[in-house]
């Protein structure tokens, strides 16, 4: 089983619907981050947290929020959802932080909104 | 502000020769950190190498390693004997604390049989 793993894989939604992006992890890490991809603009920061009482916004947090559930369980949602959040949704771990460079990535979440 | 600049969108590669890609950022931070990451077709982003700003010294993991011209800032990745696994996203990042990773927008990179 993977180390990081993320929930639906893929998604087709329609405008307006809400929409809850799930990831767990077993690797034990307590930084969890949410990041988005689109094509021609890498990833960006949506929200990171360093332990279920510490949530914090990232680059582009606007239209996104997160709850930490449990040291495992990190899930972001959008709460109306919109055709521009069309992107694939990674979930990432760290252990040590972002400068030892180990974030460790789920399989993503492809969402579309129509 | 940190900005991460992948000016090539896409490069090919002959199986078993090398190819370099490039990487441009910006940062008024002075200590900071750069990575190189891998996504396959399987989409899971895999880290590729590693380099702390303060090491002169080139990060070289197996056929992978780097190009750091700090004052340049530049930091480009060449891989060595391409085997047909190496085909993937390729992206660059940037952080200097634990809050943000800067991503460039990647590079595709293709390899011929």
């Known amino acids: 089983d993977a180390d990081v793993t993320q929930t639906p894989r893929n998604r087709i939604t329609k405008t307006g619907k809400r929409i809850m992006l799930e990831c767990s992890q077993t690797?034990?890490?307590?930084?969890m981050y949410w990041y988005r991809q689109d094509p021609g603009l890498g990833l960006r920061l949506i929200y990171y947290?360093?332990?279920?009482?510490?949530?914090n916004k990232g680059e582009i947090s606007d239209g996104y929020s997160v709850s930490r559930q449990a040291q495992a369980k990190f899930s972001l949602s959008l709460e109306s959802a919109i055709p521009n959040q069309t992107a694939l949704y990674f979930c990432?771990?760290?252990?040590?932080?972002?400068?030892?460079?180990?974030?460790?990535f789920g399989e993503g979440s492809r969402l579309t909104v129509l | 502000a940190q900005t991460v600049t992948q000016s090539q969108p896409e490069m090919s590669v002959q199986e078993a020769e090398t190819v370099t890609l490039s990487c441009t950022y910006d940062t008024s931070e002075s200590d900071y950190y750069l990575f190189w990451y891998k996504q396959p077709p399987s989409r899971q982003m895999i880290l590729v190498i590693r380099q702390e700003a303060y090491k002169q010294q080139n990060a070289t993991e197996n056929r992978f390693s780097v190009n750091f011209q700090k004052a340049a800032k530049s930091f480009s990745l060449k891989i060595s004997d391409s085997q047909l696994g190496d085909a993937a996203m390729y992206f660059c990042?940037?952080?200097?604390?634990?809050?943000?990773?800067?991503f460039g927008a990647g590079t595709r990179l293709t390899v011929k049989p």
């Open positions: 990432a771990t760290s252990d040590l932080g972002l400068v030892s460079g180990e974030l460790f």
């Open positions: 947290s360093f332990d279920v009482k510490d949530i």
């Open positions: 990042a940037l952080t200097y604390n634990n809050n943000d990773m800067r």
């Open positions: 690797k034990g890490h307590d930084r």
